[in-house]
Nanobody, 124 residues
Framework: QVQLMESGGGLVQAGGSLTLSCTVS????????LGWLRQGPGTRRELVAL??????AEYADSVKERVTISRDNSKTMSLQMTNLKPEDTAVYLC???????????????????WGQGTQVTVSS
């Protein structure tokens, strides 16, 4: 069974830094995309950053100069956040697009997976 395990959230003062990590476990054929979305109080879920299997990254405009996403290996990804602001306060969810083998039939299936979420709180 595929699972996403997140770590690294917490409480930090404005201007501080945090690194979030996400690890994929289970029997996967490939991890095609890894990323983070966030949902703050009373706000819609939004993409923070995404990295493909080839290493191509994209960022939300609101974090572009302050965030770096990287794949440590095929199943682990990190999000380094600097100069955090109170408006960055949110639950951050790890996202992955994963391909697995179909069983017992031959072939593959790709679908989206989500972590449980980790709270990031930035105090002013």
């Amino acid at each position: 069974q595929v699972q996403l395990m997140e770590s690294g959230g917490g409480l930090v003062q404005a201007g501080g830094s945090l690194t979030l990590s996400c690890t994929v476990s289970g029997n996967v054929f490939s991890v095609d995309k890894l990323g983070w979305l966030r949902q703050g109080p009373g706000t819609r879920r939004e993409l923070v950053a995404l990295v493909t299997r080839s290493g191509t990254a994209e960022y939300a405009d609101s974090v572009k100069e302050r965030v770096t996403i990287s794949r440590d290996n095929s199943k682990t990804m990190s999000l380094q956040m600097t100069n955090l602001k109170p408006e960055d306060t949110a639950v951050y969810l790890c996202y992955a697009r994963i391909t697995t083998r179909k069983t017992p039939d031959p072939g593959f299936v790709s679908r989206d997976y989500w972590g449980q979420g980790t709270q990031v709180t930035v105090s002013s």
